[in-house]
């Protein structure tokens, strides 16, 4: 009999261990959510101001991953603003804004002490085409015909096989990457011709200047280009994402995001969120730019 007394006092201490034993484990599974819902939390609160000028050509995409990146943190504001690359590097050096975006590098504008000041933060690459207005019969230049147009030894279409029609260049101001990027890769550096061209102020203006006005030529992002312009050929390749990826089309340049020292806060979250998958992988390919990974 106290055999089986000691039996059944054991049975109730053996259920008691496995029922603590059992209470305990589950009192902790809470506490292994606190973590992950803690830092979906802190990423939720971000908040603050990045302010944003510079290249027209990298515009679109900082203003569609902007937007993308305020849907995620309600809390944060960010405001880009064209100008040029020459005023986003000034005014990023200057400390006046937060980022500048460039189409060239920082000590192809600045003097070298300032552009050391700077970090560069590049996240995609942009080509470039030589448009003209769609009236125009040309579907290719090549690239001594460019330099000849742009420094006013050849003013008529005719003379590169179009249309008996005055040539009417289109220029971005001297502050813009975009001009840089067509005077370095296709005038060799050369000066264009005085007087002879009008100024646009972005990529914007000298698309709509290229389809109102008869006889225009001009370069603009691929970003930029659609129906209202036609976009030809240089040394008979086609200006495409491919063809630059591939090497075969020249007219292309970094994108960059230049801060003044490393950034820090929602300035830092936003340019990590230029460099996520987001970003690189659906982004960029779908506004015509290509990923810098």
């Known amino acids: 009999m106290l055999n089986n007394r000691l039996a059944k006092i054991i049975i109730v201490v053996l259920l008691l261990a496995s029922f603590f ?39 679109p995409l900082v203003e569609q991953a902007a937007k993308l990146f305020m849907e995620k943190y309600s809390n944060v504001s960010i405001t880009v603003q064209g100008g040029g690359s020459g005023t986003g590097l000034t005014q990023v050096a200057q400390g006046a804004i937060d980022i500048g975006n460039s189409d060239i590098f920082a000590e192809e504008k600045l003097d070298a002490n300032t552009a050391k000041s700077l970090v560069d933060h590049q996240v995609a690459k942009v080509g470039f085409a030589v448009v003209v207005n769609k009236d125009i019969t040309v579907d290719n230049l090549t690239q001594q015909q460019l330099v000849d147009i742009f420094t006013g030894k050849i003013t008529n279409w005719k003379d590169v096989g179009g249309p008996d029609t005055k040539i009417v260049i289109i220029n971005r101001p001297a502050s813009s990457g975009t001009r840089a990027t067509f005077k370095k890769v296709v005038l060799k550096g050369q000066e264009e011709a005085a007087g002879l061209a009008l100024t646009e102020d972005s990529s914007g203006a000298v698309k709509k200047a290229v389809a109102d006005t008869k006889g225009a030529i001009s370069y603009l992002a691929l970003s930029y280009v659609d129906n209202t312009v036609k976009a030809l050929k240089y040394e008979g390749v086609e200006p495409t994402a491919q063809n630059i990826i591939d090497g075969k089309y020249p007219i292309w340049s970094y994108e960059h995001m230049y801060t003044k020292g490393e950034p820090t806060g929602v300035v830092k979250a936003f340019l990590d969120f230029m460099m996520s998958d987001e970003v690189q992988k659906n982004l960029i390919p779908k506004l015509g730019f290509i990923p810098i990974k």
């Open 21 to 59: 034993t059992f209470a305990a484990c589950g009192s902790k599974q809470p506490q292994s959510q606190n973590p992950s819902s803690s830092s979906s939390n802190t990423s939720g609160t971000l908040s603050g101001n990045v302010t944003i000028a510079g290249s027209t050509a990298l515009q």
